[in-house]
Each structure stands twice: as structure tokens, then as C-alpha cells.
């Protein structure tokens, strides 16, 4: 979906619900309130697109302890010293 964002009041919004509900299953719709945007509509498949993108954080002390030592022992790949003189 990259066509760009809709914005509409929610009283056009209102009357004209169907239109609207169409066009969002092609460009994202803001629905705005006092002319800021305040809701979007958009497709089914956008917005299954974007749960799937969703991460869990985790915080350390809530971690199992046996990803906390996986983290502890990692190390870069050789091939990234070449950044070494970047820090």
C-alpha cells in the first residue's frame, strides 16, 4: 500500500462510510477530528501485513536465563571489524 494517506473529516467520513471503507482497501484513510487525524482505516491485508512486522520486548530481568547468556556470549562476525574505526 503506497499510496498516500487520505485525510477526511469524520463528519464526511460519516455520510459517506462506504465510499471510504472502499478506498481503504487501497490507500490508508485519516479519519480527523478538528483537523487532526485521529483514526485510520485500512485494509485487512495492511493491517495483517503489519502484525506480522510487530516484535515482543522482553524486558532482560524478565527474560529466560538462557537467552540472557546467548546475548552475553554473542560476538560480531569477523568481517565487521572493518567498522572498528568507526566508534
Known sequence: MNAPMLKIPEAEAATNFSL???R???QPVAITNEGEPRVV??????YERLKRRDRQVVRTEDAPQ???DAI???RPPEANKRFDHES
Open 66 to 68: 538462557e537467552i540472557v
Open 72 to 74: 552475553l556470549a554473542a
Open 41 to 46: 482505516m485500512i485494509s485487512i491485508e495492511e
Open 24 to 26: 481503504a482497501l487501497t
Open 20 to 22: 471510504y471503507k472502499d
